[in-house]
């Protein structure tokens, strides 16, 4: 039986994409919890280029293990563009792998800190820098959790079947 997670989002690719060019990575994971390493670990071969990842759901975790700085979580919130660029950061940092992942956002159905459902902050961190992508999801609970992955995903095969790792 194939896993569903990987079914839904180019995993498979993603994981051949980084054995090929010899990137590892690694996530900070908000809203989706570790859904997105559970994805790319579900890939036969993932052994070889996923580190880890930190699961940072509370916003006092994304400080102390991500190593998100205090006053971007007091000034801009857990749910930011720079939360998500420094969880990217953090993970890649702390994992020591070649990119960082973070996600953070707002999976419903209740707004938070004035976000809609559907909010999501997609940070990718490599040697050349770190690119944020604010992304606006529909639908329930599982869905925009399950979107937030697929986005991730098919971001990283495009920076590591473009050959460009780090250049996020």
Known sequence: MSDPLTAAVPATELVAGLRASGTTLATAESLTAGLLAATVAGVPGASTVLRGGLIVYATDLKHTLAGVSEHTLTADGPV???T???LAVGARTVCGADL???LTGVAGPDPQDGHPPGTVYL???GSE???VMRLKLAGDRWTIRLAAVRA???ELVRITVGNQPGSA
């Open 152 to 154: 991730a995903v098919v």
């Open 100 to 102: 960082g992942v973070g």
């Open 129 to 131: 820098g770190t690119e």
């Open 80 to 82: 930011s563009a720079r």
């Open 123 to 125: 940070g990718v961190s």
């Open 84 to 86: 998500a660029e420094q």
